[in-house]
């Protein structure tokens, strides 16, 4: 590692995926990735957001399934007592219906359970299956699952779900702290995961991956559609469209949406730089339940999304993700080509509100191949400590990519390459 440090500090290393070649990435504050269209850019996002989506997944699947487990015992221990005709046995049975699984996993004791089993006669036909299930309960209560497979089976969902099937080259993916302990290591070859290895947990909450303020229309289509961790969810085409998961990620947090979340949490810096962003857009873009959409809110007027322009439709995404508290201070956001649909003006204060951001502690990874974007948040991103933000370049050769640091060199290097570009027209 270079010397500059946060706490937050992570770093992706990629070798021989996809196009890329080789990647070193900071991902801390302003993590700013620049290159021409197909080299590799929307790679590192798509990437990044699977590692920490599969790190959710993994938590989930291991809360809920046990909580789920102990339920269905708990159903299936009530429908055998229920058999008796007998008023007190059904009772006790309803009673044992309505245990909750979580208080039992909590006290890791099911002696509740054994108290009300010890009020009724057992009918004798059914008494070794009931000491089974009671066994299984206890097991459940006793045993964690297998998290390594558990992390495994997420982390596969969530790459796959992204990037679909993979070349046959040996990639190698491994994502560190600032000590350089790993947080998660693994292959990819022909598009199997192997040698994974799960060390510190990441001390990210939640990510989301911006691709285009479109989605506000589209929502519920792409809430709808089923991503590679859907597995028991039907897959007859004719019945469900399949979608990258950090699309469908989105349109549920949009779905989900509750507008006043920030006010209960009561982070004044983020409600300040909310009601800046309203002042920007001269109006208040969030969602109206008389629409059933996201509107923007003008002198009086309610403008749904259909109709607002493109970029304060992108600005106002931003600023109703913050009020819903998707954005905040334990959180990541990446936005791939903020600038498409952009006016250089609305391209320069969208990067001066990025800026803001990450000053509020908020970590941003932005992808673009936008000079306006680029010159934009190297002027913004001054009051940023500079441990705290990394521009690349993805230099593309001979079909493949690795990336290079101009952190220290943005307008002569970055901003100069896509000058370069030009050179010959006038």
Known sequence: FPTRRSSDLMRLMIEKLGIIDYANININGLTVICGENDSGKSTIGKLLFALIKSSQKYEDDLEVGVISEIRSSLIRLSSLLSLPNDNKTRFISNEI????????????????????LSQINIYNPIQSKIEEI???????????????????????????????KLAENLSRINLINENGDNLIKFNISNSVIDNVEFGQRMNISDITYIESPFILQFRRMFYNAITSLDENLPRRPWMRDTVSLHLKDLAKKLTNYQSDLIDLIGDEELQKLSNEISLLIDGDFSYDDEFDDFVLHRNGKKISSMNTASGIKSIGLINALIKGNVINKNTLLILDEPETNLHPKWQNEYARLLCKLVENNIRIIAVTHSPYIVSSLYHYSKAIDNARKNFYWANKIDGSTSFEEYTDNVMGGIVLKFANELEGMY
Do not use: V, Y
């Open 97 to 116: 219906r309505r245990l909750d699984p979580e208080d039992l996993i909590i006290s890791k004791d099911i002696s509740i359970l054994l108290n009300k």
């Open 134 to 164: 009671i066994k299984n309960i206890q097991n459940l209560i006793n045993n964690k699952p297998d998290e390594n497979k558990l992390k495994r089976d997420a982390l596969r969902k969530a790459i796959f779900s992204e990037f679909g």
